[in-house]
């Protein structure tokens, strides 16, 4: 034998109360070119430094990664570079902050 199933009491739905209108009084703007505007000279020089900065820290994170596995890894300069392994992590995730703190900054 199957149970009947229960019934649920009954709905009831409220009308939502209509939005409130927000007027906005216009400001009046004094003086001349606002400083957020750049021309085309210094966007061509951030967006050149901020696409040096994030592929000066990409070669670092790359000889830090393909260096140890290597045969360039037994020279003077590649036993210098494990020694200095941390540093140049730290170097390069350096790079990389203040690489997107300058994008960030004259956005």
């Known amino acids: 034998?199957?149970?009947q199933?229960?019934?649920g009491s009954?709905?009831?739905?409220?009308a939502k109360p209509s939005p409130?209108?927000?007027t906005i009084t216009p400001v009046a703007r004094i003086?001349?070119?606002a400083?957020?505007?750049t021309t085309k000279q210094t966007n061509a020089t951030r967006r050149a430094l901020v696409i040096s900065g994030f592929v000066l820290s990409a070669l670092i994170f790359l000889l830090v990664v393909?260096?140890?596995?290597?045969?360039t890894r037994f020279p003077a300069a590649g036993r210098l570079?494990?020694?200095h392994q941390l540093d140049l992590v730290l170097t390069g995730i350096a790079t990389l902050l203040l690489t997107a703190m300058l994008f960030y900054v004259t956005q």
């Open 5 to 7: 199933p229960k019934k």
């Open 35 to 37: 400083a957020a505007v």
């Open 10 to 14: 009954p709905v009831t739905v409220t």
């Open 31 to 33: 003086g001349g070119v």
């Open 81 to 83: 570079l494990l020694d």
């Open 20 to 22: 409130k209108r927000v």
């Open 66 to 71: 393909t260096v140890p596995a290597t045969e």
């Open 1 to 3: 034998m199957k149970r």
